[in-house]
């Protein structure tokens, strides 16, 4: 049984930071790319940042230099650092993984969710 469980998220001022944290636990053998996605009321899900196993990062052109995704492979844990927040990034926050519970056989998790508010 795998599980990705986020926590971090919160109510902030716009130009305030969080950090957002997920971790993964149960059975696993390897986790490939792991990334953050966001849903705001009434618009679909999308991606804001991915991380490659060996570091490597891709981010949405929205969130670029305010944005920052980082991993722990130690800890099987994924990180997103925001700063300067604005009221747009007002939305749930999905941690993601593409890992392999036995070897060479990938699938994509999903975690909860953690709401992130930005507002006076």
């Known amino acids: 049984q795998v599980q990705l469980v986020e926590s971090g998220g919160g109510l902030v001022q716009p130009g305030g930071s969080l950090r957002l944290s997920c971790a993964a636990s149960?059975?696993?053998?390897?986790?490939?790319?792991m990334g953050w996605y966001r849903q705001a009321p009434g618009k679909q899900r999308e991606l804001v940042a991915r991380i490659t196993s060996s570091g490597s990062t891709n981010y949405a052109d929205s969130v670029k230099g305010r944005l920052t995704i980082s991993r722990d492979n130690a800890k099987n844990t994924v990180y997103l650092q925001m700063n300067s927040l604005k009221p747009e990034d007002t939305a749930v926050y999905y941690c993601?993984?593409?890992?392999?519970?036995?070897?060479?056989?990938?699938?994509?998790?999903w975690g909860q969710g953690t709401q992130v508010t930005v507002s006076l």
């Open positions: 149960g059975r696993i053998f390897r986790i490939n790319d």
């Open positions: 993601n993984a593409d890992l392999e519970v036995v070897p060479f056989r990938a699938h994509t998790f």
